[in-house]
């Protein structure tokens, strides 16, 4: 039987220290090139397109002609990990917003929304959400809150965001008169249909 000397298992735990001491170093090296770095105008401006908001189980839908959001990157030019916010949406300009039966209906933000992108881009495709929307709606004679998140995609070539999903829900209870005709209720789901087109937001991953 061969004899392992002192000298072999010296190299051996030489050589397992030094295997040690690469990992070790490569990993921070290797989470740091995780995540993604947004870079774009100040400020950033994502245009609706043909952008509506559906309460489900009412099948009640308001649309709107303009539904433009507008804000600032944040940090722009650093990278960060995925799901952490890309920017802030800070101002709401829409107008022409109706619903066939209440008639001409006002959105108003109550608070900042933000936008994030959460994995890796395929092709120029990212996964990305709306976060922390929430918002008063006001038609003739009914009046709530919906709060919630909208997920989608944002297409790095062309622009676009496209919502896929929607966590948003009338928030409280609906006050006045015509929301019973409506059949809008707390807790109700809201779905959103339309695109969003921004101005030259670029999303890259390390």
Known sequence: MKKITSRVLTGLAAGALATATVAA????????LDGYTPTGPDPVVFTGNNVSFTADEAAQTLTCTQFDLIGSITNPGVNRPFGTEAGELDQLDSSGCTNPTAGDTTVDP????HVQIDDAEIGSVSPATLTDVTAFVS????????????????????????PTGSTLVIADNPVGFI???LGVAQGQSI??????????LTITNP
């Open 191 to 200: 779905s959103v249909a339309g695109t969003w087109t921004a101005n030259g």
């Open 25 to 32: 170093m490569s990993s921070p090296a290797q989470a740091a």
């Open 139 to 162: 038609a003739a004679g009914c009046s709530f809150n919906v709060a919630g998140e909208v997920s989608g995609t944002f297409n790095d070539s062309t622009q676009v965001f496209t």
């Open 179 to 181: 929301c019973p005709i």
């Open 110 to 113: 109550t608070g900042i929304w």
